[in-house]
């Protein structure tokens, strides 16, 4: 049975994993930290406001982290001090925190992908495939929709797809963000991101191939928060005692 700390549970993402994880019987919740907490409410699970106050004798075989990109260095600092891989889906992590990733995956283990969801991890292989066979003479765009509380645009996933597409492309393609910025005709090169934001869209990316005559659209929709909250939990009880390095959604795959 794999032992869970969870950064960020009481999130929307952080309860979607909490009501999840009391269904599973290879997975438990140890612990939780949460900035939020207000010390006096019970949850039936100890939680704690940073890192810092976790106990050193806490139990607990891996981390997931779903919180908010100003919180991930001392989670981090916090996972090589204890010794615990992380799996990490907060998206929006600024250069510094990157390259402290990659510092940290030399003494740990660290899972990090911008979309959980086994779905987008298909989409994504599908947009390449289609990219190989039709992206220089199609025109490709990449549409995503979020929730109005999203605070980063375009998406971690939106720029995960782009970074496939452009991978297929053997890096050709010039990300475009701002069309009302530039009065120009589009660039066969070009591969524009839009970002819609909005009520309560869990999760929409499209992928779009505009040829001259045709059009083909690869589209996903999350349609709960369950899907990552699945996938988080997945790469956590894969990730328990791994080795150091850097994984990803191929890992699981593999
Ligand atoms: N990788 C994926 O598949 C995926 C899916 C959904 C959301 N996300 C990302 O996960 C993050 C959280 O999403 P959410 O919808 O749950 O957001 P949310 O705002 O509902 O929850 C974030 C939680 O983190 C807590 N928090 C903030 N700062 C903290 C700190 N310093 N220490 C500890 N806790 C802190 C907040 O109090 C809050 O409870 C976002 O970056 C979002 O983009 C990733």
Redesign the pocket.
Known sequence: MTKVLI????????EALVRLISGKDDICLALG????YDGSSSYGFPVY???GEVPADADFDVIID??????VP??LDFAVLRNKPVVL????LKEDTLKQCDEASKKIGIFR?????VGIYVLRKLASEAAKYIGDDFDIEIVERHHN????AP???ALAIADNLNEAMDGQLEYVYDRHSRLARRDKKELGISSVRGGNIV?DHDVIFAGRNEVIELSHSAQS?EV?AD??LKAAVFMAGRPAGKYDMEDLFK
């Open positions: 950064n960020g549970v009481l999130g929307t993402m952080g930290i949460d900035a939020a406001r940073s890192p779903f919180s908010h990109f100003s919180a001392a989670l889906c907060t998206t929006g992908s911008a979309n959980m969801s509380r999203k605070l980063d998406s971690g996933t999760g928060r990552f996938g988080a």
